[in-house]
C-alpha cells in the first residue's frame, strides 16, 4: 500500500503551545504561499480535498496533522510570505513555524515545497536557516513541474540541487506536479527512508510499523 495513502485529518493548531504530545514520528510540510503545497499533499494522500487548497494565497493559517495508517504524521504548515497577510497575523505564523520546526522532538525531516519557475527565494533561504541547523533531512519539492519544458525543468533541478549544498549534506530535491501526478514514487521513497532510519522506539510507532510498506 502508498505510504501516505488513507491518512486522516487529526488535529488543527494556531499556537504552539497548543500542539498535542506526540503520537509518533512526525514529516512537516512547508512552502511560501501559492507554491503548490496543499495541492502536493491532497496528490500524496491520493484525496481531492484533504488539505485546503484556495486560489487565495495565506489562506492555510494553522498547523494541521494529518495520521498516516503506520502512525507517523504529515505535519501541513502555514503557507509564508503573503504579503496582505496583517503584521500581526503574519508575526504570529512566523513564531508558528520557527517554534515548530525548532523545538518539536517528534519531527524527523521537513519537506519543503518551491514553485519550480520560482525557486530559492529569500523566504525559502529563511526556512532552511531555520531547518538545516537541526541535522534533520530537508527534502525539496519543485511543484508545478508541469509548467517547464524538459529542458528548463533539468536545469532549473541542477541549479537548485547546486545551490542547495550550502545548506548542509543533509538536502534532497525533485521535480514535482500535482496536475500530472509526477513524482509521487519518489517522495515516498525518500520519507520511506526517513522512517526506515529510526526504531519504532524512537518514532512513538508500534513495532511493526517502522517501515511502511
Same mark, same amino acid.
Given at each position: 500500500?502508498?505510504?501516505?495513502?488513507?491518512?486522516?485529518? /487529526?488535529?488543527?493548531?494556531?499556537?504552539?503551545?497548543?500542539?498535542?504530545?506526540? @503520537?509518533?514520528?512526525?514529516?512537516?510540510?512547508?512552502?511560501?504561499?501559492?507554491?503548490?503545497?496543499?495541492?502536493?499533499?491532497?496528490?500524496?494522500?491520493?484525496?481531492?480535498?484533504?488539505?485546503?487548497?484556495?486560489?487565495?494565497?495565506?489562506?492555510?493559517?494553522?498547523?494541521?496533522?494529518?495520521? @498516516? =495508517? =503506520?502512525?507517523?504524521? &504529515?505535519?501541513?504548515?502555514?503557507?509564508?510570505?503573503?504579503?496582505?497577510?496583517?503584521?500581526?497575523?503574519?508575526?504570529?505564523?512566523?513564531?508558528?513555524?520557527?517554534?515548530?520546526?525548532?523545538?518539536?522532538?517528534?519531527?524527523?525531516?521537513?519537506?519543503?515545497? @518551491?514553485?519550480?519557475?520560482?525557486?530559492?527565494?529569500?523566504?525559502?533561504?529563511?526556512?532552511?536557516?531555520?531547518?538545516?541547523?537541526?541535522?534533520?533531512?530537508?527534502?525539496?519539492?519543485?511543484?508545478?513541474?508541469?509548467?517547464?519544458?524538459?529542458?528548463?525543468? @533539468?536545469?532549473?533541478?541542477?541549479?537548485?540541487?547546486?545551490?542547495?549544498?550550502?545548506?548542509?549534506? =543533509?538536502?534532497?530535491?525533485?521535480?514535482?506536479?500535482?496536475?500530472?501526478?509526477?513524482?509521487?514514487?519518489?517522495? /515516498?521513497?525518500?520519507?520511506?527512508?526517513? &522512517?526506515?532510519?529510526?526504531?519504532?522506539? /524512537?518514532?512513538?510507532?508500534? /513495532?511493526?510499523?517502522?517501515?511502511?510498506?
Amino acid at each position: 500500500m502508498s505510504l501516505f495513502r488513507a491518512a486522516r485529518f /487529526e488535529i488543527s493548531i494556531a499556537r504552539p503551545q497548543d500542539l498535542p504530545p506526540s @503520537m509518533g514520528a512526525e514529516i512537516a510540510f512547508a512552502g511560501r504561499s501559492n507554491a503548490g503545497k496543499s495541492s502536493a499533499i491532497n496528490t500524496l494522500v491520493g484525496h481531492t480535498r484533504l488539505a485546503f487548497v484556495s486560489k487565495t494565497p495565506g489562506r492555510t493559517q494553522l498547523i494541521n496533522i494529518f495520521r @498516516m =495508517n =503506520n502512525g507517523a504524521a &504529515l505535519v501541513d504548515l502555514p503557507g509564508y510570505g503573503y504579503a496582505k497577510v496583517p503584521e500581526a497575523i503574519r508575526k504570529q505564523w512566523v513564531k508558528l513555524l520557527e517554534e515548530y520546526l525548532t523545538r518539536r522532538d517528534s519531527l524527523i525531516g521537513l519537506i519543503l515545497i @518551491m514553485d519550480s519557475r520560482h525557486p530559492l527565494t529569500p523566504l525559502d533561504q529563511q526556512m532552511l536557516g531555520w531547518f538545516a541547523p537541526t541535522g534533520r533531512p530537508i527534502h525539496v519539492l519543485l511543484t508545478k513541474s508541469d509548467k517547464l519544458t524538459r529542458g528548463p525543468a @533539468m536545469q532549473t533541478l541542477a541549479k537548485v540541487r547546486k545551490d542547495l549544498a550550502a545548506w548542509g549534506p =543533509n538536502i534532497s530535491v525533485q521535480l514535482f506536479s500535482s496536475l500530472k501526478k509526477s513524482g509521487v514514487e519518489e517522495v /515516498e521513497k525518500v520519507v520511506g527512508g526517513w &522512517l526506515g532510519t529510526h526504531s519504532p522506539e /524512537e518514532l512513538g510507532l508500534p /513495532e511493526d510499523a517502522a517501515r511502511a510498506e
